[in-house]
């Protein structure tokens, strides 16, 4: 502590140094919170205030159109500590290796802050009653392993982290050993994984938006945790995933849109959850359950132009009542349910899963060929990864805007019209 | 090159009712593949199923009749003596080579022409999808390779059915067959063993050479997975991409040249 | 001709089997595609990595100690080459059958695991007394440590 003073009080002091001559006449930021009341509210005048501060009494700190926080510290440029009651609003902060780091406190709340050009935007260190609503942080350029996360938060409890906007950061969401937290509305691009949930309790993310990271949502050791309304697009890249959710109990994924992922949802070691209406769209692969998945069910999803549905190396969990684009049964009795059962088994699939090498002949003609044959020996599987109830119709509805392209269609017929005269004069004697 | 032999077999190819029936049947699974796209589907970039049937079809039905037409063209001429025929004219092989090899490819463009016509045209109409440029360029390709090999297969036939008989088994081969061995071997080797027959039956089979460049042109690398990433790396810069032009080319000019010799060496025997 | 080519082919196995190399050495880490095998994580934090090198000369990578000695219990011995993990506080890869460890709750690693390698014993124990707090585990311990969160 007492080191941390001195080097508090040391940049400060290079802060009056350098600063000084500038902005003689004001006080400096530090000085102007020490100034102010516990329970106080100081407004920020516009300008930049350089160098690392501290909060540690209840305060509300307010900006002005143009207040910006510039640090270049190898820390974090504002702490918040052994404290209560404090809230930020409408604050820039940039170039900082660290934005915000809290510790301790409770009942704290970040308003419409905005962090650029950091390594890692904000960190929460036990505390309790968070609420954070419209941060904004951009990310260093670079590879996703020489950043830090967006928002980390260890060992805490009920926090509501909505409207938030990341990208370029390593994790954009870190949540370890936390009970009780809601993120919803939050987009993550650009980064590894958008939320990464380790050892949490009772979360609940919904309608956030994940667009080109590593994973959209990572999951590893957590229980009672609700999972709605997300739209999870383009996670394609080399290791590219919609979900993971890995040693997990007690999941709800509902009505989740995943489109165009490498694959969708990823499950290992996972029991007594649900994946439900959820729509599965154009993926490669739609939905993986591996090592030894226990008492789940997969339920009234939609697949539609995936590549492979499901695979599994042998698990016990039940699929039922989804819907299968490329399903060939028939309904006699009208009750909107297939008479033949929908077998998913794909011997290729099954091969994918063990050797990474396979992933060449993913959809290649040996295989098309290969998946037809399986259909045509699979209507004896009854164990593996079978639906009996397969739905006849999806409950997604496509819409499509359609208008005319007039010079695709002309040039399409002009070159049309010359090649059948070309043939026909060369045809002629 | 002997201009007015070139012409008299590109008249033939045309005339032919085969090659007729074949143009149809081409304009007709194009428009019918791109119908079938533009049903209830979102226009995503990147490897889907819809890509991915397209990719196929073409990998399939175009070798499958670049190769027997071409190879039974080839196979009819020596069998029937028209090429006996030919040779009291003052033409070399290579000359006559050249030029089956010419009517054959620029026949299939002509075809290829119609077809991506029709699907332009088609998707103008439905006004979403855009023509799909890497087709049409390995479609091209494929043309290129396979109308080599066709009169490769055509040059080693003793006669039309042979010619016939052996060009399905390449075309087999090169679809099926060589991928099924390599994945029945991939269950018994290491993963990096895999990895590398796989790379090295990537140059070797014609057919996965044009699916690899679907991967490569598309910018669909990554759907190839992380144990490809060095590989595709390479062939994503600029030298991978003349080394990719380099084996395409030799794919054509290799089995042209051996042709060549083998109907010298067929001739000697004569 | 076929025969012939078919020869040729298994010809071609055998030999990239055989340059499998016998004297195991770790690999380096590609941060671009490598994941760890067991739970799938992108391997960012290099200084806790491990890996397996397989006698059939592939490799396996983990992002955390726990995760490989879990894949460990579920191999044939015969199927483990050599395995080695990060020393702590350094660059170079350390044989995990040899070098020792040090347990704390607080000590963070990707998986929160909270176990780390050291090179020797005697460079664990100055970890130990220098940090005040950990416990010395061996190799065998790790077979019987709960593996886990640890609050």
């Known amino acids: 502590m007492k080191c941390l003073w001195t080097i508090l009080c040391f940049s400060n002091l290079l802060w009056f140094i350098f600063a000084m001559p500038a902005k003689a006449d004001i006080l400096t930021l530090q000085e102007q919170i020490d100034a102010t009341p516990s329970g106080g509210v100081l407004v920020l005048k516009d300008g930049i205030y350089t160098g690392q501060f501290s909060i540690t009494k209840p305060i509300t700190l307010k900006g002005s159109k143009h207040t910006e926080l510039k640090s270049n510290a190898k820390e974090s440029l504002l702490k918040i500590e052994n404290t209560q009651n404090?809230?930020?609003?409408?604050?820039?902060?940039?170039?900082?290796?660290?934005?915000?780091?809290?510790?301790?406190?409770?009942?704290?709340?970040?308003?419409?802050?905005?962090?650029?050009?950091?390594?890692?935007?904000?960190?929460?260190?036990?505390?309790?009653?968070?609420?954070?609503?419209?941060?904004?942080?951009?990310?260093?350029?670079?590879?996703?392993?020489?950043?830090?996360?967006?928002?980390?938060?260890?060992?805490?409890?009920?926090?509501?982290i909505s409207n938030n906007n990341f990208t370029n950061v390593q994790d954009g969401f870190y949540i370890e050993k936390v009970q009780a937290i809601t993120l919803a509305d939050n987009t993550v691009k650009n980064s590894r994984y958008g939320i990464h949930f380790m050892y949490t309790d009772n979360a609940l993310a919904k309608s956030n938006e994940f667009n080109q990271n590593v994973t959209g949502i990572m999951l590893m050791m957590t229980e009672n945790t609700q999972i709605e309304n997300n739209n999870v697009k383009e996670q394609n890249g080399l290791n590219g995933a919609g979900f993971i959710l890995f040693e997990a109990k007690n999941i709800d994924i509902l009505y989740n849109h995943f489109q165009a992922n490498r694959t969708a949802l990823s499950t290992q070691k996972l029991t007594t959850s649900t994946v439900g209406h959820n729509t599965f769209q154009m993926n490669q692969t739609a939905v993986e359950l591996i090592r030894s998945n226990k008492e789940n069910i997969v339920y009234a999803n939609d697949f539609v132009g995936n590549i492979v549905n499901i695979r599994s190396d042998g698990t016990d969990s039940s699929i039922?009542?989804?819907?299968?684009?490329?399903?060939?049964?028939?309904?006699?009795?009208?009750n909107g349910i297939g008479e033949r059962p929908y077998v998913a088994l794909q011997s290729f699939g099954q091969w994918m899963v063990r050797q990474p090498a396979y992933q060449y002949f993913i959809e290649s003609p040996g295989v098309v060929l290969l998946n037809e044959m399986d259909r045509q020996t699979n209507l004896l599987e009854t164990e593996q990864l079978v639906d009996e109830e397969p739905m006849m119709h999806s409950s997604h509805k496509a819409t499509i805007e359609s208008n005319i392209l007039v010079w695709e269609v002309v040039v399409g017929l002009i070159v049309l019209v010359f090649g059948l005269w070309l043939w026909r004069r060369e045809v002629a004697i | 090159m002997n201009v007015l032999f070139f012409r008299l077999e590109w008249k033939q190819m045309l005339r032919s009712r085969w090659m007729q029936l074949v143009a149809i049947l081409f304009v007709f699974i194009f428009?019918?593949?791109?119908?079938?796209?533009?049903?209830?589907?979102?226009?995503?970039?990147?490897?889907?199923?819809?890509?991915?049937?397209?990719?196929?079809?073409?990998?399939?039905?175009?070798?499958?009749?670049?190769?027997?037409?071409?190879?039974?063209?080839?196979?009819?001429?020596?069998?029937?003596?028209?090429?006996?025929?030919l040779k009291t004219y003052p033409m070399s092989i290579t000359q006559y080579i050249v030029g089956k090899y010419l009517a054959l490819l620029l026949s299939f463009m002509l075809i290829l022409l119609l077809a991506f016509s029709v699907v332009l045209g088609m998707s103008g109409l439905a006004g979403q999808s855009h023509l799909p440029t890497v087709f049409v360029g390995l479609s091209i390709i494929t043309v290129l390779i396979f109308s080599a090999l066709a009169i490769i297969c055509g040059v080693v036939a003793k006669s039309r059915l042979h010619a016939l008989a052996l060009s399905l088994v390449v075309w087999a081969f090169a679809l099926l067959l060589v991928s099924y061995t390599l994945m029945a071997v991939g269950t018994l080797v290491a993963g990096h063993i895999l990895q590398k027959l796989t790379i090295i039956m990537i140059h070797l089979n014609p057919a996965e050479w044009i699916r690899f460049g679907y991967f490569i042109f598309s910018g669909q690398s990554s759907v190839l997975g992380p144990s490809f990433y060095e590989f595709t790396k390479f062939y994503n810069s600029p030298t991978g991409f003349i080394v990719y032009g380099l084996v395409t080319i030799s794919w054509v000019v290799l089995p042209l040249l051996l042709a060549g010799v083998l109907l010298r060496r067929k001739e000697g025997r004569a | 001709m076929k025969i012939k080519w078919l020869v040729c082919f298994f010809v071609v196995v055998l030999l990239l089997q055989a340059c499998g190399n016998k004297d195991y050495k770790p690999r380096d880490l590609v941060s671009e595609t490598d994941v760890c095998k067991v739970c799938n994580m992108?391997?960012?934090?290099?200084?806790?990595?491990?890996?397996?090198?397989?006698?059939?000369?592939?490799?396996?990578?983990?992002?955390?100690?726990?995760?490989?000695?879990?894949?460990?219990?579920?191999?044939?011995?015969?199927?483990?080459?050599?395995?080695?993990?990060?020393?702590?506080?350094?660059?170079?890869?350390?044989?995990?059958?040899?070098?020792?460890?040090?347990?704390?709750?607080?000590?963070?690693?990707?998986?929160?695991?909270?176990?780390?390698?050291?090179?020797?014993k005697d460079v664990a124990q100055q970890y130990i007394v220098n940090e005040g707090k950990g416990k010395l585990l061996s190799y065998a311990d790790l077979d019987t440590f709960e593996w886990g969160v640890h609050h």
């Open chain 1, 320 to 334: 039922k009542q989804n819907y299968y684009d490329d399903y060939a049964g028939i309904d006699i009795d009208d």
């Open chain 3, 42 to 120: 992108s391997i960012v934090h290099e200084e806790y990595a491990g890996q397996i090198a397989l006698s059939n000369g592939d490799y396996e990578m983990f992002d955390d100690l726990g995760c490989l000695i879990e894949y460990m219990k579920n191999l044939n011995k015969k199927d483990i080459g050599k395995t080695f993990i990060k020393d702590e506080g350094r660059e170079n890869w350390i044989n995990v059958e040899t070098a020792s460890f040090v347990y704390d709750k607080d000590i963070w690693t990707p998986m929160s695991y909270g176990v780390i390698a050291f090179e020797s």
């Open chain 2, 31 to 85: 428009v019918a593949i791109s119908l079938i796209q533009q049903i209830g589907l979102p226009n995503v970039d990147g490897f889907t199923r819809q890509t991915a049937s397209f990719l196929n079809l073409l990998l399939f039905l175009l070798p499958l009749f670049i190769l027997t037409i071409g190879s039974m063209g080839v196979a009819s001429d020596l069998e029937s003596g028209w090429y006996s025929l």
């Open chain 1, 86 to 160: 404090v809230s930020l609003e409408n604050i820039l902060i940039s170039d900082a290796h660290i934005g915000i780091v809290m510790k301790n406190t409770s009942n704290v709340s970040l308003h419409d802050v905005k962090l650029q050009n950091v390594w890692s935007g904000v960190q929460i260190y036990n505390s309790k009653d968070v609420v954070v609503n419209g941060l904004t942080i951009t990310g260093i350029d670079g590879h996703y392993s020489k950043k830090g996360n967006g928002l980390a938060i260890f060992n805490s409890h009920n926090l509501t």
